[in-house]
């Protein structure tokens, strides 16, 4: 007989029954079953002898009726056809009815073969062909599944090795690069800042082998975990649940394929699995929802996510928020709020920093430009690629970066923020039009922060996420990009002029030219050569525009900010400005949680030197960063409010004008957002499909009743309320 088997004994138990042995050599399964039920023996007792009788009568067996236990009240009429195997014990069992929604079952087990199982209070389990080593919490449906079982290296997802296996069994997920060169070790809790920081740091084998180590501590090595179904859920008519647990009020429904995963669900946020899925190598954060004959495979899905529609997510982790329908993604790390919904996009090696959409025919990343599949692309958030755009891999892009349709046939390397980026098929020439949205779609700007706020329904927030467009990041991009127009257009003008001047004096130069907008600088052709790898130059155009618009926006930022912080401090601005650091640091974006890179850097260090070790330590310490957030943020703004206007500090006659601009900015941003959807009710071909106005306004309501043009309204009020209150001194 194999050595992986062992056979019970046909003198006790009358026949033979092969099980493959669950617990380790010495192990107690009475000590392990208590541990991980949370219970004690002590509340389940032997059967009687008319219990016994009464549960052959309806057709059950077991080859050792001592070993299943019971608790009071105990029916045994309520158990038919049922076979039991090793140490059973089932919680109260009394005639009633157990319910989920419109599906009612009574409390029971029939027609099912259960071994070593704990099945709680008023449980029903019916039709399971093998139920094998599940803790079963209380009120829990069971129905029709043809294997649910726990192997005894049960895993759960998690990236960590059993006592005896080998290295290639354990389960990595390849994020940001298919070949393997970022692959992380997934655990249960990990946050896509988790990931981010695996990810990238990837030079530094001190911080890897503390991220190792913090993972291999997330679960013991010992065998015999027991699978784990929480209260009120439901799993019914699925082929195959193996290795899978599953938390409270759980909902899962024909489902094909479910291995190796934890399922994150809460009565609060239940998770939520349908018909057709498989699933494999997986962690699944609380209220997502997976539909719909997906499949994803090594990955892990955020809080408040949604799978659907045949969707393929493999070696993958989508963060909180985020919906993916019909399309593939592979080998991608996703901050929250990431949209994709057609058939026929893909995305795969990438890095993509939240807030973003995929529209139709998309295909990034299955183009690479080097000798093997490893090339990449890193997309600041707001990361938007239009319809049917093709990019070639190795490419990078700063946040709010709109690509318009086409081919784009070389690698690229877009640092200016809320740009446009286009190609010009008749001078095989890309072209890029900064501060795009500013100028010419603030509608969807402002949408954009609106939408990921509404469409936040996390009740627990786990991962910190910033959705105002303009916050410490996309500041400091704005003012590199400032740098960059001044550096170009003095490199272009001088060319016409037959001058050269080292960068810093063109940088000068080229900020004194767009201050004083001659009138030669709005006809003048802009290049830049290093954008894209090629021997064509890049074209940017409307430079005096979009210095103008960045310009807009850094004042807009700074004085918001720091009017909110004040009047939350219920300080003056130069109570505040004393306190600011008068320094822009450099800030990340750590899984969509924005920081100053200092606050990184010193993690990193208490991670290496073993200060840190463990992964709740390192969640705490985002959750600190967090709580400092709003003061690292002001001071950000007054910092950036002095460079913006070319001051040292502050004063109250700067401060009161700064004001006045900013309040004209506001209602302007409210009238282009008004402007802008107007045009949709203007549109007199729109209105072609409706046979009068008010079929259209059935339709799609009327203007002023739009919820966003309400919000927009209401920001304006409170913006300029704030600005009114707050004082200089």
């Known amino acids: 007989m194999n050595d992986n088997v062992k056979t019970l004994d046909r003198d006790r138990f009358g026949y033979d029954f092969i099980v493959a042995p669950f617990l380790a050599e010495g192990e107690d399964e009475y000590v392990l079953r208590n541990k991980q039920a949370g219970c004690d023996n002590s509340s389940f007792r032997t059967l009687t002898s008319y219990e016994i009788a009464a549960l052959e009568e309806n057709l059950n067996s077991s080859p050792c009726w001592g070993d299943v236990l019971v608790s009071d009240p105990f029916d045994p009429t309520l158990i038919r056809n049922t076979e039991f195997y090793g140490l059973v014990r089932l919680g109260r069992m009394e005639k009633s009815i157990v319910s989920f929604h419109d599906f009612s079952v009574p409390v029971g087990i029939s027609n099912s073969r259960i071994v070593s199982c704990d099945i709680g209070d008023s449980c029903a389990v019916m039709d399971c062909s093998y139920l094998s080593h599940y803790i079963v919490e209380d ?36 994020i940001m690069n298919e070949a393997g060169g970022r692959a992380v070790r997934p655990f249960n809790g990990m946050l896509t800042s988790d990931a981010f920081l695996w990810g990238t740091y990837r030079d530094d084998t001190a911080l890897m082998r503390a991220f190792e180590a913090l993972t291999d501590r997330t679960m013991d090595t010992k065998r015999g975990r027991y699978g784990f179904v929480g209260r009120q859920s439901v799993v019914k008519s699925c082929d195959t649940v193996k290795d899978v647990w599953i938390g409270p009020g759980c909902y899962i429904k024909g489902a094909n394929k479910l291995k190796n995963l934890t399922l994150r669900s809460t009565i609060e946020e239940p998770v939520q699995i349908g018909e057709g899925v498989e699933l494999v190598n997986g962690i699944i954060g609380s209220g997502s929802r997976v539909f719909y004959g997906c499949k994803a495979i090594r990955f892990i899905m955020g809080d408040n996510c949604n799978l659907k529609y045949g969707a393929r997510l493999i070696h993958s982790i989508l963060g909180d928020n985020s919906t993916v329908s019909c399309c593939e993604l592979l080998s991608n790390l996703i901050f929250g709020g990431h949209e994709q919904h057609h058939n026929n996009s893909f995305l795969i090696a990438s890095l993509i920093k939240g807030q ?52 784009y046939p070389h690698e690229l390397n877009i640092p ?36 990921y706020r509404k469409r936040d329904k996390r009740k627990v927030i786990r991962q910190q996420i910033e959705t105002d467009y303009l916050a410490p990041d996309t500041v400091n991009e704005i003012f590199e990009a400032c740098d960059l127009l001044c550096l170009w257009v003095a490199q272009n003008y001088n060319r016409a002029h037959a001058s050269s001047k080292d960068e810093q004096n063109l940088i000068r130069q080229g900020r004194e030219l767009l201050l004083a907008k001659p009138a030669e600088l709005y006809s003048l052709h802009v290049y830049a050569w290093g954008l894209e790898n090629s021997n064509e130059p890049v074209e940017i155009l409307k430079v005096v525009e979009a210095y103008q618009a960045y310009q807009e926006m850094l004042l807009y930022y700074a004085v918001k900010t720091i ?79 002095c460079r913006a206007l070319g001051v040292e500090r502050l004063q109250a006659g700067i401060w ?67 600005l009114r209150r707050v004082s200089f001194s």
């Open 139 to 174: 009120h829990v449906i069971l129905y029709r599944l043809g294997e649910m079982q726990t192997t005894n290296h049960a895993k759960f997802g998690n990236g960590t090795l059993k006592d005896g296996e080998d290295e290639d069994v354990r389960v990595t997920i390849d």
């Open 356 to 407: 973003s959409n995929m529209a139709a025919g998309a295909n990034i990343g299955s183009n690479h430009n080097s000798r093997g599949n490893d090339g990449e692309m890193v997309a600041g958030r707001g990361f938007w690629p239009a319809l049917s755009s093709t990019l070639k891999y190795d490419c990078k892009f700063a946040s709010y970066v709109l690509i318009a349709k086409g081919n």
């Open 416 to 451: 200016l923020p809320f740009s446009l980026l286009s190609s010009d098929p008749n001078e095989g020439r890309r072209v890029v039009m900064p501060a795009y949205w500013w100028m010419y779609n603030l509608y969807a700007l402002e949408r954009n922060s609106y939408k």
């Open 656 to 722: 009161e004008k700064a004001v006045e601009e900013v309040s004209r900015i506001r209602i302007q941003i409210e009238t282009q957002v008004f402007k802008t959807k107007e045009k949709d009710f203007n549109n007199r071909f729109r209105e072609s499909t409706y046979r009068n106005l008010a079929e259209r306004d059935a339709v799609l309501g009327s203007l002023d009743d739009n919820p966003f043009i309400q919000e927009s309204h209401q920001i304006t009020v409170e913006v300029l309320e704030q």
């Open 563 to 641: 009017a909110s912080a004040c009047l939350k401090e219920n300080v003056s601005v130069a109570t505040l400005q004393e306190t600011a650091q008068m320094v822009i640091h450099p800030w990340l974006n750590v899984g969509g949680q924005l920081v100053p890179q200092f606050r990184v850097e010193a993690l990193k260090d208490a991670l290496k030197s073993g200060e840190i070790t463990t992964w709740d330590e390192v969640h705490a310490t985002y959750a600190s960063w967090f709580t400092r957030y709003e003061q690292d943020r002001s001071s950000h703004a007054v910092a950036t409010l």
